[in-house]
């Protein structure tokens, strides 16, 4: 049965109305949050130890917490960008379906090499991992996409750290997504050891003094949002004050074309597994136009943050290959990063197929679609 619009018409309506209001109130938030920002812009060593007093009372806590650049700095790039190479790696995956002819997954890493102003051609490797047997069996069945996204996270940063030994510096390396991870269950014990893999990768970028970073294309954190909340007096708290502003909104009319914002050191009970060198900071980051701003988060750890001309260069590097993109400012080693890794529906059916013929070889018969899936597949029904 298709959609019923006769029926959605009215929640259109209801659901724009909501949204209006919904913007009006949070430009209210908005407005004293930015009061906030610059009445304690330079008030660094406080706010440090109110962040400290906060997660004594709160383990969990998250938020951003200040290094020593004032809470409303908007720092230019340097430009053109200094003479470097570029390694972007992105990732895509095949995950397990239960209800086809063979159970495998798929992690596929793209990565794009380049030397900006070198005059020397690009160069793209891929790189493709299949999961099968022990790969998908976990304490709670079935691999879930979860831990098949971790591994293809993995991957990507196991496959720069490598790459990275037989590079000479100044060396940028660039994934998309944040550094730090998220995917769940952490209890379960495969989580565990695929973690450890990345942070020993990320080990040896230290060891290399790799310039590594994570871009957070429009970002919906509220981490430096969470950091003013603790300004409020006791008396006058609620749970979350501010709750729906977004450091996107808070920065977009701090910083101008190509700036960045002060670095924040990240304050989560995940990101206490990056230790030492690895510490997890970020910065916000424009690179969009006076008439349209495009803001990004972007993820660094503390080895990055420690070397003045390491953040230069990296300011520089995301600002100008941002703009090598037009009207929708992204990276462009990463939109190529995301171009070689893709893989498409054809692909997973020539993978597929390339199975089941070796299984045949081998004198074992694939086994049958399940009865769902052929029913899903019927040529009379079509869906999402």
Same mark, same amino acid.
């Given at each position: 049965?298709?959609?019923?619009?006769?029926?959605?018409?009215?929640?259109?309506?209801?659901?724009?109305?909501?949204?209006?209001?919904?913007?009006?109130?949070?430009?209210?938030?908005?407005?004293?949050?930015?009061?906030?920002?610059?009445?304690?812009?330079?008030?660094?060593?406080?706010?440090?130890?109110?962040?400290?007093?906060?997660?004594?009372?709160?383990?969990?806590?998250?938020?951003?917490?200040?290094?020593?650049?004032?809470?409303?700095?908007?720092?230019?790039?340097?430009?053109? $960008?200094?003479?470097?190479?570029?390694?972007?790696?992105?990732?895509?995956?095949?995950?397990?379906?239960?209800?086809?002819?063979?159970?495998?997954?798929?992690?596929?890493?793209?990565?794009?090499?380049?030397?900006?102003?070198?005059?020397?051609?690009?160069?793209?490797?891929?790189?493709?991992?299949?999961?099968?047997?022990?790969?998908?069996?976990?304490?709670?069945?079935?691999?879930?996409?979860?831990?098949?996204?971790?591994?293809?996270?993995?991957?990507?940063?196991?496959?720069?750290?490598?790459?990275?030994?037989?590079?000479?510096?100044?060396?940028?390396?660039?994934?998309?997504?944040?550094?730090?991870?998220?995917?769940?269950?952490?209890?379960?014990?495969?989580?565990?050891?695929?973690?450890?893999?990345?942070?020993?990768?990320?080990?040896?970028?230290?060891?290399?003094?790799?310039?590594?970073?994570?871009?957070?294309?429009?970002?919906?954190?509220?981490?430096?949002?969470?950091?003013?909340?603790?300004?409020?007096?006791?008396?006058?708290?609620?749970?979350?004050?501010?709750?729906?502003?977004?450091?996107?909104?808070?920065? $977009?009319?701090?910083?101008?074309?190509?700036?960045?914002?002060?670095?924040?050191?990240?304050?989560?009970?995940?990101?206490?597994?990056?230790?030492?060198?690895?510490?997890?900071?970020?910065?916000?980051?424009?690179?969009?136009?006076?008439?349209?701003?495009?803001?990004?988060?972007?993820?660094?750890?503390?080895?990055?943050?420690?070397?003045?001309? $390491?953040?230069?260069?990296?300011?520089?590097?995301?600002?100008?290959? $941002?703009?090598?993109?037009?009207?929708?400012?992204?990276?462009?080693?990463?939109?190529?990063?995301?171009?070689?890794?893709?893989?498409?529906?054809?692909?997973?059916?020539?993978?597929?197929?390339?199975?089941?013929?070796?299984?045949?070889?081998?004198?074992?018969?694939?086994?049958?679609?399940?009865?769902?899936?052929?029913?899903?597949?019927?040529?009379?029904?079509?869906?999402?």
């Amino acid at each position: 049965m298709p959609v019923n619009f006769l029926e959605l018409k009215p929640q259109f309506k209801k659901l724009a109305e909501a949204a209006l209001e919904k913007e009006l109130y949070l430009g209210e938030k908005l407005n004293q949050c930015r009061s906030l920002l610059h009445q304690h812009a330079e008030d660094l060593p406080a706010l440090q130890k109110t962040v400290e007093d906060a997660v004594r009372q709160n383990k969990g806590l998250r938020c951003a917490v200040p290094v020593d650049e004032a809470l409303t700095a908007h720092l230019p790039a340097a430009l053109p $960008s200094p003479v470097c190479t570029l390694l972007a790696a992105d990732g895509s995956q095949i995950n397990p379906d239960p209800h086809g002819e063979v159970l495998f997954g798929l992690v596929n890493v793209g990565v794009f090499r380049m030397q900006p102003g070198s005059g020397l051609a690009p160069n793209v490797l891929t790189f493709s991992n299949l999961l099968y047997d022990q790969d998908l069996e976990t304490a709670n069945g079935l691999a879930s996409e979860d831990l098949v996204a971790l591994i293809r996270d993995v991957r990507e940063r196991q496959i720069l750290s490598e790459l990275a030994k037989s590079e000479t510096a100044p060396l940028v390396t660039l994934t998309d997504g944040p550094l730090e991870l998220y995917h769940e269950p952490r209890q379960e014990k495969a989580f565990d050891i695929y973690f450890k893999k990345y942070l020993s990768a990320l080990d040896d970028l230290v060891l290399d003094q790799v310039i590594t970073a994570g871009y957070v294309d429009r970002p919906r954190a509220d981490l430096v949002v969470k950091l003013l909340e603790l300004l409020i007096p006791a008396d006058e708290i609620v749970k979350r004050p501010f709750l729906g502003v977004t450091d996107l909104a808070l920065f $977009s009319t701090l910083l101008g074309p190509g700036e960045r914002s002060a670095v924040f050191k990240l304050q989560s009970s995940s990101a206490d597994a990056f230790e030492n060198k690895k510490a997890l900071h970020f910065f916000y980051l424009n690179v969009g136009s006076a008439e349209l701003p495009a803001l990004a988060r972007v993820e660094v750890p503390l080895w990055v943050v420690e070397d003045k001309a $390491s953040m230069a260069l990296l300011h520089s590097v995301l600002v100008e290959q $941002s703009s090598l993109a037009g009207s929708k400012p992204y990276p462009y080693p990463l939109i190529r990063a995301h171009e070689i890794a893709v893989v498409k529906m054809d692909d997973r059916q020539q993978v597929t197929e390339a199975i089941e013929l070796e299984l045949v070889a081998h004198g074992r018969q694939p086994a049958q679609k399940s009865n769902k899936q052929s029913h899903k597949e019927h040529t009379g029904r079509r869906r999402m």
